[in-house]
């Protein structure tokens, strides 16, 4: 949620279904589904999905409150734990949102899974950051993320200034030459 959305268009007492919530606040249907996955109550399972008022503004309301929670490097904010929490064994999972930081830098997400709910727990970082910390975490889809980072230093040359590790990637991607 990197735009500030404006949680007094949702009414209290009102049903919603996905595209109603994506039209009110202007986000992607994909905002919805994560919030879902992150905690957001659902109304209703049956077609079209429904979700109450209250709900919607009582999640969104906990989320923006956690973005100003420090995170340390490996940390995430649980929204069912309602504080910093590490994720299991420091595993997480590595994915380009599609969005563009900065100095041409991929905006990533960061997944991983609560070590005291064993919720989903996620955060926004990008690849210059990420490559600065990712030490502490264990990248559960490295193909992946090998995938974004060889498709980055592809996009933009002389890395050298970011100091981006690509020693792995590049290991790999000689391995590939050879089969
Ligand atoms: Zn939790």
Same mark, same amino acid.
């Given at each position: 949620m990197s735009k500030k959305i &404006?949680? &007094?268009?949702?009414?209290?007492n009102k049903f919603y279904t996905t595209q109603m919530l994506r039209k009110e606040l202007g986000v992607h249907i994909r905002s919805i589904q994560s919030w879902v996955k992150q905690g957001m109550k659902v109304?209703? &399972?049956?077609?079209p999905r429904l979700f109450w008022g209250q709900d919607v503004k009582n999640f969104l309301k906990e989320k923006q409150q956690s973005r100003k929670i420090l995170l340390a490097a490996h940390e995430f904010y649980c929204l069912h734990c309602r504080k910093a929490v590490s994720s299991v064994n420091n595993k997480v999972f590595v994915s380009e949102t599609g969005k563009i930081v900065g100095d041409d830098i991929p905006e990533i997400q960061i997944m991983g899974i609560c070590d005291q709910c064993g919720s989903w727990v996620y955060r926004i970082s990008n690849l210059k950051r990420f490559s600065e910390y990712s030490s502490v975490f264990q990248i559960e889809n490295a193909e992946e993320f090998e995938k974004i980072l060889t498709k980055f230093k592809a996009v933009k040359k002389g890395l050298s200034k970011y100091n981006y590790n690509l020693s792995q990637c590049d290991r790999k991607a000689e391995e590939n030459e050879k089969i």
């Amino acid at each position: 949620m990197s735009k500030k959305i &404006n949680i &007094n268009l949702v009414k209290q007492n009102k049903f919603y279904t996905t595209q109603m919530l994506r039209k009110e606040l202007g986000v992607h249907i994909r905002s919805i589904q994560s919030w879902v996955k992150q905690g957001m109550k659902v109304a209703s &399972n049956e077609r079209p999905r429904l979700f109450w008022g209250q709900d919607v503004k009582n999640f969104l309301k906990e989320k923006q409150q956690s973005r100003k929670i420090l995170l340390a490097a490996h940390e995430f904010y649980c929204l069912h734990c309602r504080k910093a929490v590490s994720s299991v064994n420091n595993k997480v999972f590595v994915s380009e949102t599609g969005k563009i930081v900065g100095d041409d830098i991929p905006e990533i997400q960061i997944m991983g899974i609560c070590d005291q709910c064993g919720s989903w727990v996620y955060r926004i970082s990008n690849l210059k950051r990420f490559s600065e910390y990712s030490s502490v975490f264990q990248i559960e889809n490295a193909e992946e993320f090998e995938k974004i980072l060889t498709k980055f230093k592809a996009v933009k040359k002389g890395l050298s200034k970011y100091n981006y590790n690509l020693s792995q990637c590049d290991r790999k991607a000689e391995e590939n030459e050879k089969i």
